[in-house]
């Protein structure tokens, strides 16, 4: 495995597509394959409201890990962790240089410290929480998880049914709670393997009209037809993963007359500026981070790696 793995992140419109797609054209040589970090584009027919690369940059770049999911099928950060190990190490094995490129930081949350060896739970155990949860109510499952792990309890909403059935299928399959699973040591994460540089915009405003202006591109590309397709064709609902995907909920609230056209846009906005500072801050924690300030204008910098010893020249496009 290579001595560092270039990972290009930041907050939801930010620019690091367009850096990462700069970056492997002009170093050729380096062979680069990009592994998606994003959960939205991991979802078959969700592509213009997971701003997905073209099938152009696609043919031209090798990309992983888009379009692996039914779009009402569910994919785990655990999942993400196990399926980039194998893609790097096979992009190596075949000359290639792998380079991370996405904004979930979950994703990469697991990607840097692991994830504790969790038993595989059974799926019948899983429905059967499922069956009792459905019988009683959240609120009382919730309650259970209030008596088991109230500190699990307080992050996880009362209507968070899958999140919940996952923290009590665990107890009452294991007998501990998925917590204490999860404090066990491991050593599964890249950690130092990786060198994490951050696209991050010149100021709140920017971003903020960056997203606004994706957000018209993308309706103005047929976002709206897209969601109604999602619903209609593929049976994707509110309680999918992938009908609570920024900008696909706020979608299918307008197309089922639960907003105004204006509503939708204010919603989907609101909810893209929280999600981008939700980045922001967790980026804000991270140790051993490059930061890249993207201006209006182009921007040049120079960030080392530690492969092949040389230094990439990272332009954004003009």
């Known amino acids: 495995m290579l001595d560092k793995i270039l990972c290009i992140t930041g907050p939801t419109a930010s620019g690091k597509s367009e850096l990462a797609m700069h970056l492997c054209r002009t ?57 980039t190990k194998k893609i790097i190490k096979k992009v190596i094995r075949e000359g290639g240089t792998p380079l991370i490129v996405g904004g979930t930081m979950m994703y990469l949350q697991r990607l840097i410290h692991g994830i504790a060896t969790v038993p595989e739970i059974p799926s019948k155990e899983k429905s059967k929480i499922e069956d009792i949860g459905k019988k009683l109510g959240w609120n009382r499952m919730h309650e259970e998880l209030v008596e088991i792990d109230p500190d699990a309890a307080h992050r996880i909403s009362k209507n968070d049914s899958q999140r919940i059935v996952r923290q009590l299928s665990v107890w009452h399959y294991t007998g501990r709670t998925l917590s204490s699973w999860q404090k066990l040591p491991n050593y599964e994460g890249l950690d130092e393997k990786l060198h994490i540089v951050a696209v991050i915009p010149e100021s709140r405003k920017i971003l903020r009209d960056n997203i606004k202006n994706r957000l018209n591109h993308m309706i103005k590309n047929g976002m709206l037809e897209e969601v109604t397709k999602l619903k209609k064709d593929e049976g994707v609902t509110r309680k999918n993963p992938c009908g609570r995907l920024v900008g696909v909920r706020q979608a299918m609230d307008y197309i089922d007359g639960k907003s105004t056209f204006d509503q939708f846009i204010n919603q989907t906005e609101f909810a893209t500026r929280r999600l981008a500072k939700h980045q922001l801050t967790w980026l804000s924690k991270l140790r051993n981070l490059t930061t890249i300030e993207v201006h209006s204008k182009p921007l040049s910098q120079l960030i080392s790696i530690w492969d092949s010893s040389a230094d990439l020249d990272l332009t954004t496009p003009k």
Do not use: W
Not at 30 to 51: C, H, L, P, R, T
């Open 27 to 83: 170093k050729k040589q380096k062979n680069f394959e990009i592994i998606s970090m994003d959960s939205a584009q991991i979802y078959k027919g969700v592509d213009i409201a997971s701003a997905k690369p073209s099938k152009i940059d696609r043919q031209e770049i090798p990309h992983h890990l888009i379009d692996i999911c039914h779009p009402t099928e569910t994919y785990s950060a655990a999942g993400f962790l196990r399926d």
